[in-house]
Nanobody, 122 residues
Framework: QVQLVESGGGLVQAGGSLRLSCAASGRTFSSITMGWFRQAPGKEREFVAA????????YYADSVKGRFTISRDNAKNRVYLYMNNLKPEDTTVYYCAGGFKASWAPVEYDYWGQGTQVTVLG
């Protein structure tokens, strides 16, 4: 079992940057794929980025490619999402997720955090 807790959300001006952090507990963290998703009210949960258990493979949604970077530190049981050049349309709740398969589909992830709000002012 893996428990996930996100932090780092907040309010930022368009063009600014934020770093989201996800702290994981559980002995299987270093063996699972980690992902970031986001979900606006009334919309489906949307894939943002994922990283393989070793960190050697990363995946991004087209909407964030070149602006966001996902990384992980298995020694610290943490995964990060560096968000640069933020846009108002990036405003929503961001969720950290863990699973056993690198996928854009939320259903493939078994573990979820509670979410952290990101608000980008235009």
């Amino acid at each position: 079992q893996v428990q996930l807790v996100e932090s780092g959300g907040g309010l930022v001006q368009a063009g600014g940057s934020l770093r989201l952090s996800c702290a994981a507990s559980g002995r299987t963290f270093s063996s699972i794929t980690m992902g970031w998703f986001r979900q606006a009210p009334g919309k489906e949960r949307e894939f943002v980025a994922a990283i393989s258990w070793s960190g050697s493979n990363t995946y991004y949604a087209d909407s964030v490619k070149g602006r966001f970077t996902i990384s992980r530190d298995n020694a610290k049981n943490r995964v990060y999402l560096y968000m640069n050049n933020l846009k108002p349309e990036d405003t929503t709740v961001y969720y950290c997720a863990g699973g056993f398969k690198a996928s854009w589909a939320p259903v493939e992830y078994d573990y979820w955090g509670q979410g952290t709000q990101v608000t980008v002012l235009g």
